[in-house]
């Protein structure tokens, strides 16, 4: 299975600071997917990248893809005491299906 | 994006008893997911509900323990059968939006506890 691995478990930073989240997977992709999660809540579906894709942007939110070193960064500029969640990343399969998430950065902003 | 809900939204059941999970969508989907997510952990995919056949089961899950329906386009059930507090998670369906280059969304989650 491609499982996505994300980096690091956990983060603590303070109000205003960036927030880095890393993915690694395995085997090729159609497309990722970023997720956050509120307190095992519903997970909140953030930005899909596509394969072809290098870079998108949401908001304060911005997403890397190397394909090449199979890997995906989520970027939160300028946190907030609200962005405090779980992130996972999933992959989608060649098909854009079977999808693997990764274990979960978990984000506390301190105010 | 899809909106979708889940019932019940938490319960707390006793060893041995079954309970029934319902999915509805508001607009109709081909492919729609269950997925457990166990205390602290990740996701993890049980099966994937098809419509007018039998569910798609992952490996670990089989369809004794985690019947699915799927009556129509908008509407599937998980029931997790004679439980035991090892399934105690929680549980949340998921559909993949065709419209949205194939983004997948997921419902509230079910919260479930077995004592």
Redesign the interface.
């Known amino acids: 299975s491609q499982q996505g691995e994300e980096d690091p478990q956990a983060l603590s930073i303070q109000e205003g600071e960036n927030a880095t989240m890393n993915c690694s997977y395995k085997t090729s992709i159609?497309?990722l997917?970023w997720?956050r999660q509120n307190s095992?809540?519903?997970?909140?579906?953030l930005i899909?990248i596509?394969s072809n894709e290098r870079e998108k942007h949401s908001g304060r939110l911005r997403v890397t893809l190397d394909t090449s070193k199979k890997s995906s960064s989520l970027l939160i500029t300028a946190s907030r005491a609200a962005d405090t969640a779980s992130y996972?990343c999933?992959t989608?399969d060649n098909y854009?299906?079977?999808?693997?998430?990764?274990?979960?950065t978990r984000l506390s902003v301190l105010p | 994006?899809a909106v979708i809900s889940q019932k019940p939204s938490r319960d707390i059941c006793q060893r041995g008893t079954s309970l029934t999970i319902q999915c509805q969508v508001d607009s109709q989907v081909t492919?729609m997911?269950w997925y457990r997510?166990q205390p602290g952990?990740?996701?993890?995919?049980i099966a994937t509900a098809n419509q007018g056949s039998e569910a798609t089961y992952e490996s670990g899950f089989v369809i004794d323990k985690f019947p699915i329906s799927r009556p129509n386009l908008t509407f599937s059930t998980l029931t997790v059968s004679n439980m035991s507090p090892e399934d105690s998670s929680?549980y949340?369906c998921?559909v993949?939006d065709g419209s949205?280059?194939?983004?997948?969304?997921?419902?509230?989650?079910t919260?479930l506890t077995v004592l």
Do not use: D, K
């Open positions: 159609n497309n997917q997720y095992g809540r519903g997970l909140v579906h899909l596509r996972f999933a989608a854009g299906q079977n999808f693997v998430f990764g274990p979960g | 994006s492919m997911f997510q952990q990740s996701l993890t995919l929680i949340l998921s993949l949205s280059y194939n983004e997948q969304f997921f419902g509230p989650g919260r």
